[in-house]
Every structure is written in structure tokens, then in C-alpha cells.
């Protein structure tokens, strides 16, 4: 079966410096992929899409690469800010369907 | 919160009592979805719905009943609630094409079962 591996240690790093995380699946690759934001006591928050046609994606500070030869998605937050702190999750469709598999997600704390 | 709200935010019941959570939506969105949220565990897809009355199972759905019989609410019930089922539970939407949704969250309901 499809399984997503976030890496479970958290990321700390200084504010300014470019923060990257992880998303690893195993078997087949999915049509596409999603990054989701979680804040505690809240529900997550989507953020991009990137589909497997697709390289790269950028949002304002958000990039984030798909390659289907690694099976393997970066998350990159450059000029990391403080506010930027929070516990990112990747998503991946399950097969032909439209259900989401959510990987554990990765704690990011960005120190000031 | 993209118009979705889950009632109740909090509750603490005992073991082997009826639960009902609600999520309730404001967006019109086809597809409804329940997960749970546990440490190690990440989001776990309980049900989901694809419509008014038309729902079917996900990975983690024993001992967990829905119903959908108005496109904005989504119910979900813990037939005889077990300390197993302890949890953050997430109500989530979405009306994307297959293969392409973002789904959008509740706020989530916080449930001890003692």
C-alpha cells in the first residue's frame, strides 16, 4: 500500500535561513501532491499543489519540487520567519480515487 | 475556516456510550470527509461522502457510523465509544475534480472517552 514518510524530528532553524522539508511515498506516484500547514489546536490549511508534470512550484516564499525518480517532494520556506512555525503535511491521492493519504507531518521552528 | 464549523469543539464521554459530532458547511461543497488525528498516526480517513445519502468507508472505520442526509451536514457517530477512539477528529470539504482536490478543514473536535 501507498505510504508517505515526513521526517518526524522537528527542524529548527534561524530566522532568514531557507527552511526544507522533506515528503518521501513509497510505490506508484501519484497524479499530484499537496503541502498542508498545521497550527496547534487548529485543522490544517492547504498551501500548494504541485502535479507530477510538474518540477517546481512557487508561492510568494513557499517553492516546493516533485521528482517522481526519487519518489520524493521538497518543502522549501526561504527568509523563514518566526510566524512561519508550525507542523507541514504532505498529502498524496490513493490511487484512482479521491482520497487523500496524509503523511505525520514535520514540526518547523524557526528561532528569531 | 472556509465556512465549516464542528460541534462540539470538546467533550469528554464514557466508554461504551453513543457520540455524535457534526460538521456543518456553508460552501456547498460535494465532498465531505471525517478524519481522526493521533500522535504517530497523522490524519486517518474515517468516512467520506460524495453526496446527499451516498457515503462510503476509509481506512479506519470500525466502530464509526456517518450520515448525510443535507448536502451541509456530515454526522459521525461512535455507535458504543471506546478509549480507543480518543482522538481529534477532523471534519474536512471539498469539491475539486478527482485527483485534484483541496480539501479545507474544520476547527476539529477534541474527544476523551474515559
Known amino acids: 500500500s501507498q505510504k508517505i514518510e515526513q521526517n518526524s524530528e522537528a527542524l529548527n532553524i534561524q530566522e532568514g535561513k531557507t527552511a526544507t522539508l522533506t515528503c518521501n511515498y513509497t510505490?506508484?506516484?501519484?497524479?499530484?501532491l499537496q503541502w498542508y500547514r498545521q497550527d496547534p489546536g487548529r485543522g490544517p490549511v492547504f498551501l500548494l499543489l504541485i502535479r507530477e508534470n510538474e518540477k517546481e512550484k512557487r508561492k510568494e516564499r513557499l517553492k516546493v519540487t516533485f521528482d517522481t525518480t526519487l519518489k520524493q517532494s521538497l518543502f522549501h520556506i526561504t527568509a523563514s520567519q518566526p510566524a512561519d512555525s508550525a507542523t507541514y503535511l504532505c498529502?498524496?491521492?490513493?490511487?484512482?480515487?479521491?482520497?487523500?493519504?496524509f503523511g505525520t507531518g514535520t514540526l518547523l521552528a524557526v528561532q528569531p | 475556516d472556509a465556512g465549516i464549523t464542528q460541534s462540539p469543539r470538546h467533550k469528554v464521554t464514557e466508554t461504551g456510550t453513543p457520540v455524535t459530532l457534526r460538521c456543518h458547511q456553508t460552501?456547498?461543497?460535494?465532498?465531505m470527509y471525517w478524519y481522526r488525528q493521533d500522535p504517530g498516526h497523522g490524519l486517518r480517513l474515517i468516512h467520506y461522502s460524495y453526496g446527499v445519502k451516498d457515503t462510503d468507508k476509509g481506512e479506519v472505520s470500525d466502530g464509526y457510523s456517518v450520515s448525510r442526509s443535507k448536502t451541509e451536514d456530515f454526522l459521525l457517530t461512535l455507535e458504543s465509544a471506546t478509549s480507543s477512539q480518543t482522538s481529534v477528529y477532523f471534519c474536512a470539504i471539498s469539491d475539486g475534480e478527482i485527483h485534484e482536490e483541496t480539501q479545507y478543514f474544520g476547527p476539529g473536535t477534541r474527544l476523551l472517552v474515559l
Open positions: 460552501e456547498n461543497h460535494r465532498y
Open positions: 510505490n506508484y506516484s501519484p497524479a499530484y
Open positions: 498529502a498524496l491521492v490513493r490511487g484512482a480515487t479521491n482520497k487523500l493519504i
